[in-house]
């Protein structure tokens, strides 16, 4: 991620959305602008299928197509789960799918939860994030999640430089380091 911010980030960075095709699978990588990074996104994407635009999620009747058929890229990620379904899932696992929506510029994803079961056999949820703009995820990504990957960011830099921090960090017992870092970053005090 760039170091002039989430603003920059959400404007220069990130790919355009790919409203009116399916994703290029050929695609050349953005040209080094020369600035080292302040932080890396990184992780690998399940799937992407390519499925006609509106199309429902999974377990409704919707079906892959051929490319040529397509029109619309989603991401798929797949959780496999030990215990039970969450529904709602859990907020870490929408934000990563955002953040490979927001990646790779695609403006829908599906959120596959796998639990396999000796007594009911196999479940399968599929939850739809919709990625498009001014929708929810898209916003909460942006104006909350982002901003806060910077801050976080900034923090463990800021934490780097002062020894003296670091040392009291290392030497506080649990509850006071949940303060210390409450403290350097406000928005994991909760």
């Known amino acids: ?11 220069q960075a990130f790919p355009p959305p790919f409203i009116s095709a399916v994703r290029p699978r ?19 994407v399940d799937g992407l299928v390519d ?6 999620a999974p377990g409704a009747a919707a079906t892959p197509l051929s490319t040529s058929h397509a029109d619309e890229t989603l991401v ?5 789960r030990m215990g ?22 695609c403006l829908r994803g599906d959120l596959v939860q796998c639990l396999r079961g000796k007594r009911d056999g196999e479940q399968l949820h599929v939850t739809r994030i919709d990625f498009s703009e001014g929708s929810p995820d ?3 990504f942006d104006r909350h999640v982002l901003p806060n990957l910077y ?14 921090w670091r040392v009291k960090l290392l ?10 870092v409450g403290q350097l970053c406000p928005h994991l005090d909760n």
Request: net charge negative; glycine share 6%; proline share 10%.
């Open 26 to 44: 050929e695609e050349k990588p953005k040209e080094d602008q020369g600035a080292r990074p302040l932080f890396f996104l990184t992780g690998y």
């Open 84 to 105: 039970r379904i969450k529904d709602p899932p859990n907020i870490y696992d929408v934000v990563q799918l955002c953040s490979y929506c927001r990646a790779l510029g």
């Open 51 to 56: 499925v006609q635009r509106d199309s429902p």
């Open 1 to 11: 991620m760039p170091v002039d911010g989430p603003q920059f980030a959400v404007c």
């Open 138 to 140: 898209r916003v909460g």
């Open 171 to 180: 030497q506080a017992p649990p509850e006071e380091r949940r303060q210390i």
């Open 151 to 164: 801050a976080t960011c900034h923090a463990v830099y800021a934490a780097r430089e002062d020894t003296a």
């Open 76 to 80: 798929v990620e797949v959780k496999h």
